[in-house]
């Protein structure tokens, strides 16, 4: 008897955080993934020590629209400049757009969804039939409009994301709270006298966090296509020496007759990239155990 | 059954108010004068005033608000400030073009989708299974536009069996449709795929095949019945995803749909094209929603009581 219980006492109950990890590093798809995005990021931010050319200084004499060989792996462009260099540093852009844009997106959703589920009432009704409102539009075609009143830049392309991608956040993270808040750790943290801030962000969010962190990993990618739509469509920054890869794409797309190359290579980063974050969402979803919605 | 199908009329008006204002407010508050744009530099004051008058934005935002309303309801979206045509005139043109394409893009992503899903399903844990689930994985995270360019350069400039730009009911269609069906048909699969699965361990499907039905009859009867609802649901949430796909896909193919004239209005800086095309393409995705939900109760019998 003795013994069973100083056996129980000497296994110390694992930290949920370390179990989710481990059950994620066990699935092989979200391995990929999370090899995929580390892989992407990491020679993103590397571009400056690992490109093997200038990304704006194209050699005009010699290399105008090669296709793909042993010096220009991924071929080059109309004016001579690598494309191998010039998507290294295209991931720089792009990449920084997705995160930033995704950012705002989940303060504006947790914050909405949060208080609108703690409050209640009319604040909860009001909130709510925002959400709805800006739910009856299609995403891109509400980015799209507001970055046409915003004037097309790199900034606005973030703020306009940011905008109008919170909403799914702030419908799950409100159902969450409102479940919470009933529970016997907010009651007895109540009843020791915390206050609203410190029941919402020191009780409750912790508590509720896991499908927030499944669903923004998964909308990365949606960010990443979205950014390199709005790119494509015209509405990033016009003046940019090293273009994202929804721009790049836009810049080839007089190219498709003569350089099939052009407009492959930067679309297939963008595949693979939004690839890794799916599989990295889908696996983190299992290893959370956070049920689909 | 009525109560539902009024209760989700009567949600629908308030949705409908909600885009109306979010649409007026957004173009309004864009910096910037429309008059000093149209005029350019040769305005001065009494001109731009003058202007502003034709145009109607020196009237309070409430008058304004209420003038648009109104108007909106005789079907009167104003003028475009480019072309000087009535804006309703021009989505009229428009709105056929963009009709076929999701239409046909529907249907494909509908029929290759559920289809690959079931087959997906039923060869659970095989090759197939593996190869299908992959599929379904680049088609949620290909880009849309770059695989139209794809499918032009392939299809359209090395093989020539297609056209790669232009409008048309016929095989104009073929290729945008197929880009645009993309994203929804891999969701379909997905869902199918993992519906199905449910309802294929369910004790009634075994009840069904051990009293010896025909398996034909239990896939149609038991499982696929049982399993739409989820599959209806996706198809719901994935009619956004097919309205952008459309766009982006127009815009690749010079494709004269509402789409592209959306992204050339907004180059060209057309305030009252650009706010009759967002109105339009909301209200089109709402009614779409709207339908998805009167479809529930007759694909599932429980809900007409909730």
Known sequence: MNETFRLQGAVRPDDPTRMALRRLLRSAASVIGLLIVAFMLLTALAAPFIAPYDPVLGDLANDYVKPPSQEHLFGTDAVGRDIFTRILYGGQISLKIALAAQSIALIIGVAVGMTAGFFGGWFDVLLMRMVDVIMAFPLLILAIALLGVLGPSEVNIILALGLVNWTVTARIVRGQVLAAKEMEYVVAARGLGAGSLVLMVRHILPNIIAPVIVYTTLGLGGALLAEAALSFLGLGSAQQATPSWGKMLTESRAFIRSAWWMPFYPGLAILITVLGFNLLGDGLRDALDVRSR | ?306
Do not use: C
Request: net charge positive; glycine share 8%; charged share 15%.
């Open chain 2, 1 to 306: 059954m009525p109560r539902y199908l009024i209760g989700r009329l009567v949600q629908f008006l308030p949705t409908l108010l909600g885009i109306t204002l979010l649409t007026f407010v957004m173009i309004r508050v864009l910096p910037g004068d429309p008059a000093q744009f149209l005029e350019g530099d040769r305005g001065d004051a009494a001109s731009l005033a003058a202007t502003r008058a034709r145009l109607g934005i020196d009237e309070p935002l409430t008058t304004q608000f209420w003038i648009f309303v109104t108007d909106l309801l005789r079907g009167d979206l104003g003028r475009s400030f480019i072309t000087n045509r009535p804006v309703s005139e021009m989505i009229a043109t428009a709105l056929p073009q963009t009709a076929a394409l999701a239409v046909s893009a529907m249907l494909i992503a509908v029929g290759v989708g559920v289809s690959l899903g079931v087959v997906a399903a039923l060869k659970h844990n095989t090759v197939w299974d593996s190869l299908l689930r992959l599929v379904a994985l680049i088609g949620v995270s290909i880009p849309v536009f770059w695989l139209g360019l794809q499918l032009q350069i392939l299809f359209g400039l090395q093989l020539k069996l297609l056209p790669v730009s232009g409008a048309g009911y016929d095989e104009h269609l073929i290729l945008p449709a197929v880009a645009a069906s993309f994203g929804m048909l891999a969701v379909l699969m997905r869902i199918t795929r993992s519906s199905l699965l449910e309802v294929l361990s369910q004790d009634y499907v075994r009840t069904a095949h051990s009293k010896g039905l025909r398996p034909r009859r239990v896939t149609v009867r038991h499982i696929l019945s049982n399993a739409l609802l989820p599959i209806v649901t996706v198809w719901g949430t994935g009619l956004a995803g097919l309205l952008s796909g459309t766009l982006l896909v127009e815009v690749i193919f010079s494709y004269p749909g509402m789409g592209r004239l959306l992204v050339d209005s907004i180059s060209a800086r057309d305030y009252p094209s650009v706010q009759g095309l967002v109105l339009t393409f909301a209200l089109i995705y709402a009614l779409m929603n709207l339908i998805v939900d009167l479809l529930y109760p007759l694909i599932d019998p429980r809900i007409r009581f909730t």
